[in-house]
């Protein structure tokens, strides 16, 4: 198979789809690699690396989606390049369609066959694809939460951590996955008091044994959500519904009652965000005000550390892009009911339901789509 992998476009995106090492696997198992010039440069991985490991640069992306059987991305195609994609081309990245419709319908009119990173399961009912960027998102939230608290960018000027003498900072989580989880162990480490919210009581009770009394756990309700967010310095909202829109957890007239310069991260965005006052943002801009609290809604977080990410990422995509390129996508997702989950558009049918409920479309099986 011709595997593709374009520059990425989006503000401030500079992870790419296939590392040198991945190239390099693809090519032994028999494989064709195409990579647009400069695609890894942001990262610090050059043409010269690429070719190295066997690939083949070329100039355009134009080339790269003309050319390429399968194309591997981060993050889901822009409008441009899905005119650029075409009937029977297989589509392998991040898609996250529920919240855009847009792109859902530019993707089903282009024929191609769309598989999300982010619905791909495994056999313990998680999403190994979209772990590794919870992981570095749920990270970074902290992060970047605690540099939104700064005086100078706008917040309360609290530190997380505190003093000897004064109190730390307040951080509540919503959600015990693995964002959250991740969250909560950077939240800890900086020595905030840390507040999760989780509606499964197994999990409440898994995440108590794993931080074993540092971290406070609470079982999430109307109520409960209203009391610990408005008293919080940071709230992370780290909630997901694989494959559907994220619900609206902290309405405006809950942020009305929180403290002026208190800051909002909101992990969720990708999936439309968990907040009525949401809305996408990016790393050259990537916090905005509503009711006096401080939202920072960027769209592409682990793209701020991309090198860190690429690799992560990859550690995770490579075997499915290995499956779909050794076997072809239709006895790869024949065989694999996992790999299939991902498949999210086919031929301009959508095979996800969640998200033909959100968007309104007909929901085609991915067993009926692909005739098994």
């Given at each position: 198979m011709l595997v593709g992998v374009p520059k990425e476009i989006?503000?401030?995106?500079?992870?790419v789809g296939l590392v040198p090492s991945s190239v390099r696997e693809l090519v032994h198992h028999g494989h064709q690699v195409i990579v647009e010039t400069q695609a890894g440069a942001g990262i610090g991985i050059f043409d010269e690396?690429?070719?190295?490991?066997?690939?083949e640069i070329v100039s355009t992306p134009a080339e790269v989606f003309e050319r390429a059987e399968m194309v591997v991305k981060v993050k889901e195609p822009q409008p441009n390049e899905c005119k650029m994609l075409r009937p029977g081309q297989v589509l392998y990245t991040y898609l996250h369609l529920a919240p855009d419709p847009e792109q859902t319908k530019l993707l089903v009119e282009s024929g191609c066959i769309a598989i999300a990173y982010e619905t791909v399961t495994d056999a313990n009912g998680g999403l190994p694809l979209l772990a590794p960027m919870s992981e570095v998102a749920g990270r970074m939230s902290i992060q970047a939460g605690a540099h939104a608290l700064e005086k100078s960018q706008g917040g309360r000027g609290v530190l997380l951590g505190g003093v000897p003498g004064v109190q730390p900072g307040k951080v509540v989580i919503i959600g015990g996955g693995v964002s959250g989880t991740h969250a909560a162990k950077m939240a800890v480490g900086m020595g905030a008091d840390v507040t999760i919210l989780d509606r499964s009581l197994p999990r409440l009770r898994q995440l108590d044994d794993i931080f074993r009394g540092t971290v406070a756990t609470a079982y999430s309700t109307v109520d409960k959500v209203e009391e610990l967010v408005v008293n919080a310095d940071l709230v992370v909202g780290a909630v997901l519904i694989p494959g559907a829109a994220a619900p609206k957890l902290i309405t405006r007239d809950i942020l009305k009652k929180m403290h002026d310069g208190a800051v909002f991260v909101d992990i969720a965005i990708d999936q439309g965000g968990c907040a009525e006052t949401s809305h996408a943002t990016t790393?050259?801009?990537?916090?905005?005000?509503?009711?006096?609290?401080?939202?920072?809604?960027v769209a592409n977080m682990p793209g701020g550390v991309a090198r860190t990410s690429t690799f992560a990422l990859n550690n995770a995509t490579l075997p499915g892009a290995l499956a779909l390129a050794d076997k072809g996508y239709r006895k790869a997702l024949a065989d694999d009911v996992h790999l299939r989950n991902g498949l999210n558009v086919h031929e301009g049918k959508v095979t996800y339901k969640a998200v033909a409920d959100d968007l309104g479309y007909d929901y085609v099986p991915a067993e009926e789509a692909l005739g098994l």
């Amino acid at each position: 198979m011709l595997v593709g992998v374009p520059k990425e476009i989006k503000n401030n995106e500079f992870r790419v789809g296939l590392v040198p090492s991945s190239v390099r696997e693809l090519v032994h198992h028999g494989h064709q690699v195409i990579v647009e010039t400069q695609a890894g440069a942001g990262i610090g991985i050059f043409d010269e690396d690429y070719v190295a490991a066997g690939a083949e640069i070329v100039s355009t992306p134009a080339e790269v989606f003309e050319r390429a059987e399968m194309v591997v991305k981060v993050k889901e195609p822009q409008p441009n390049e899905c005119k650029m994609l075409r009937p029977g081309q297989v589509l392998y990245t991040y898609l996250h369609l529920a919240p855009d419709p847009e792109q859902t319908k530019l993707l089903v009119e282009s024929g191609c066959i769309a598989i999300a990173y982010e619905t791909v399961t495994d056999a313990n009912g998680g999403l190994p694809l979209l772990a590794p960027m919870s992981e570095v998102a749920g990270r970074m939230s902290i992060q970047a939460g605690a540099h939104a608290l700064e005086k100078s960018q706008g917040g309360r000027g609290v530190l997380l951590g505190g003093v000897p003498g004064v109190q730390p900072g307040k951080v509540v989580i919503i959600g015990g996955g693995v964002s959250g989880t991740h969250a909560a162990k950077m939240a800890v480490g900086m020595g905030a008091d840390v507040t999760i919210l989780d509606r499964s009581l197994p999990r409440l009770r898994q995440l108590d044994d794993i931080f074993r009394g540092t971290v406070a756990t609470a079982y999430s309700t109307v109520d409960k959500v209203e009391e610990l967010v408005v008293n919080a310095d940071l709230v992370v909202g780290a909630v997901l519904i694989p494959g559907a829109a994220a619900p609206k957890l902290i309405t405006r007239d809950i942020l009305k009652k929180m403290h002026d310069g208190a800051v909002f991260v909101d992990i969720a965005i990708d999936q439309g965000g968990c907040a009525e006052t949401s809305h996408a943002t990016t790393h050259a801009e990537p916090t905005f005000v509503e009711e006096g609290v401080v939202h920072y809604c960027v769209a592409n977080m682990p793209g701020g550390v991309a090198r860190t990410s690429t690799f992560a990422l990859n550690n995770a995509t490579l075997p499915g892009a290995l499956a779909l390129a050794d076997k072809g996508y239709r006895k790869a997702l024949a065989d694999d009911v996992h790999l299939r989950n991902g498949l999210n558009v086919h031929e301009g049918k959508v095979t996800y339901k969640a998200v033909a409920d959100d968007l309104g479309y007909d929901y085609v099986p991915a067993e009926e789509a692909l005739g098994l």
